[in-house]
């Protein structure tokens, strides 16, 4: 079942493709209906190839209206309001705009059945985060320009539910050079013209732009739609307890490596992230320090730790490694000159 907020969000996504598609015909409808708040549709295999044959056969309105009666007898379920169906059987480019409605509210309604499933199983992890994302910045994250140096490469980025626009300046062989990474497109330019990359190097500068940014806003990127966040547990690192939460990715939306794994300890009194852990070309946990607050929103710099010995064995297991003090220091994680401007 839909909440409100996602019902509306269903209903005006219904309209945009409605407008879509009947002025793709030459006509415009309009259907007033009342859309029920709460509705509920199972057959998802078969709107999925009704979809594929609307897109298909959309010219084909003996055909479509085949579908649309085989449609509305399968879903006895779906319940409209001021819809008179047989007068719309007489008017084929609204029931065009009817169908495609329906189709979104059930595609819609399946993903938002499995995402309250996700919810409910993890509401103590989406808490966790939650309250931390306020206390790191909260919305500033989403109205801010962030820009910092990090190892003598300036970082930009402006960001939020919609967009998100990366970009890094760097001089590198006496080439000036500028890459941006806006809403997964990337450019590079080399001293001021389009330079274009290929192949493990194209890859590698998406990876590294996208990288830094996304490390030094956390835990505001914990709520991102591919994000499947579970609670662990209490874990205890120096005789203070930590919230711990294990973060994988969904493969659509997941970035250049959805098979990831992180694991993030919040600490339990203050609300703040403190470590983290990731096994992305080697294990690695991360201790953060040099906290500060610039213009509302909560930085940290990291010290980096590798296994040592102990390199084969599970990220997760790497908070008891680091309490017994068995990792090694690898490096430093230091964000300088950060400089928050706040625009919207």
Not at 25 to 38: Q, S
Not at 279 to 295: C, D, E, L, P, V
Not at 303 to 320: H, I, L, P, R, W
């Amino acid at each position: 079942m839909l909440c409100k907020g996602q019902a509306k969000w269903v209903y005006w996504q219904g309209r945009q493709f409605q407008r879509m598609i009947t002025s793709q015909l030459g006509t415009f409808v309009l259907l007033h209906c009342d859309l029920h708040p709460h509705y509920d549709l199972h057959c998802v295999n078969r709107v999925k190839a009704w979809k594929k044959s609307i897109i298909c056969h959309a010219g084909d309105f003996d055909r479509l209206l085949i579908q649309v009666q085989e449609f509305i007898m399968c879903e006895s379920r779906l319940r409209y309001r001021h819809i008179d169906i047989s007068e719309l059987m007489n008017k084929p480019s609204a029931f065009l705009s009817f169908l495609v409605f329906a189709l979104v509210v059930s595609c819609s309604s399946s993903a938002s059945s499995s995402k309250e499933k996700e919810v409910e199983i993890d509401t103590k992890a989406q808490a966790i985060v939650d309250r931390a994302i306020k206390l790191h910045g909260g919305d500033l994250f989403k109205q801010a320009e962030i820009s910092f140096t990090f190892r003598e490469k300036r970082h930009y980025m402006l960001q939020d539910d919609k967009s998100a626009l990366y970009q890094r300046s760097f001089v590198e062989d006496s080439d000036s050079i500028k890459d941006v990474y806006e809403n997964g497109e990337f450019t590079r330019f080399v001293n001021g013209e389009v330079t274009s990359l290929s192949g493990r190097r194209l890859d590698r500068a998406i990876e590294d732009v996208n990288a830094v940014s996304y490390f030094a806003t956390l835990p505001y990127k914990l709520n991102d739609p591919a994000v499947i966040k579970e609670y662990i547990g209490v874990a205890t690192i120096k005789e203070k307890p930590y919230e711990k939460i294990k973060v994988t990715f969904e493969q659509e939306g997941g970035g250049h490596s959805p098979d990831n794994v992180f694991y993030y300890w919040f600490d339990q009194s203050t609300g703040f992230l403190e470590y983290l852990a990731y096994s992305k070309g080697g294990n690695r946990f991360r201790s953060a320090y040099n906290h500060r607050t610039i213009n509302g929103i909560h930085f940290v710099d990291y010290v980096n730790y590798n296994g040592g010995d102990f390199e084969s064995e599970d990220a997760s297991t790497y908070d008891k490694i680091f309490d017994e003090g068995g990792l090694k220091e690898l490096s430093r994680i230091i964000l300088e000159d950060v400089s928050v401007k706040v625009i919207r």
